[in-house]
């Protein structure tokens, strides 16, 4: 039952595009309790699965974050079995029949819903670029839930922002590795992203565009038994990053930190 009030919780419309991020070790605890058997934490994470997917219907698109940086290291990536490194809920999702991959090494999703074989087979070479999923929530006007986490740690999406409008504290970079598809046919494959110029001591820090979010009411906050919960519009966020770019010299968004 609480699985049940703590997706009603979430405030989900049917048709929503829903990029769903978080930590749920605090939920389970509620749930569980000291019993942290493995087959009923599965059990429960596949369970506020299948409420968002009813909740969203047949019009709605669910994607979970299952990225994997080995890519980076220069090892092979395997869209069929390289393992997600981003938690619990990606990793679950990756097991369902359900879901689809995105295809990028890096940052790849696990997509359910209207827009899953359109995202499936996006080719794009750029972590972040128009034509990435990034691109698909800023245009879809998706929204972002995040449980139990910080910005910091889970709003990749700034990344987006910061890529289309090419700031110069970043720059883009290529990784070369072995890459194996959907039809298991390995080569030599090239992506990019656009990276922290690390040289110069840049390290992110997102942190104050919380309260402008929520000023700008592109974000709202919610609590289920003291369990945080963010909400942002995509769209909103989108231009309220690309606003402190041009006018705030992205001020909200990174420090350099001297050596």
């Known amino acids: ?3 049940s009030y703590f997706v009603d919780s979430l405030k989900i419309n049917k048709g929503d595009i829903i990029l769903l991020t978080g930590d749920l070790t605090s939920l389970l605890l509620k749930i569980i309790q000291k019993n942290n058997n493995k087959k009923i934490i599965i059990k429960i994470i596949n369970q506020i699965i299948d409420i968002i997917i009813k909740k969203i219907g ?3 698109t669910l994607l979970i974050h299952a990225f994997n940086w080995d890519f980076c290291k220069g090892l092979a ?16 999702a990756l097991e369902r029949e359900d879901f689809l991959r995105t295809q990028h090494p890096i940052y790849s999703f696990a997509v359910y ?3 899953a074989y359109y995202l499936s087979n996006l080719n794009n070479k750029g972590s972040f670029s128009c034509d990435s999923p ?21 709003f990749t999406f700034s990344h987006y922002v910061e890529t ?3 700031v110069s504290y970043r720059f883009n970079k290529t990784f070369t590795a072995l890459y194996t598809d959907i039809e298991n046919k390995t080569e030599i494959r090239q992506y990019d ?4 110029n690390l040289e110069l001591g840049v390290i992110n820090n997102i942190e104050p565009l919380e309260n402008i979010f929520i000023q700008n009411k592109a974000m709202c906050i919610d609590y289920f038994y003291g369990i945080k919960i ?27 930190i001297k050596k």
Request: glycine letters at 8%; charged letters at 25%; aromatic letters at 8%.
């Open 193 to 196: 992203m656009y990276v922290r």
């Open 58 to 60: 047949k019009d709605g």
């Open 113 to 115: 819903g209207k827009y």
């Open 230 to 256: 963010r909400t942002v519009n995509l769209a909103m966020a989108f231009d309220i990053i690309e606003n402190d770019i041009i006018n705030n010299k992205a001020k909200n968004l990174y420090q350099i």
């Open 1 to 3: 039952m609480i699985v």
């Open 134 to 154: 990034f691109g698909f929530l800023h245009k879809k006007n998706g929204k972002q839930i995040i449980i139990d986490m910080s910005l910091k740690d889970s």
């Open 164 to 166: 289309i409008n090419n």
């Open 77 to 92: 990536f395997d869209i069929k079995r390289s393992k997600c490194q981003t938690g619990i809920l990606g990793k679950i």
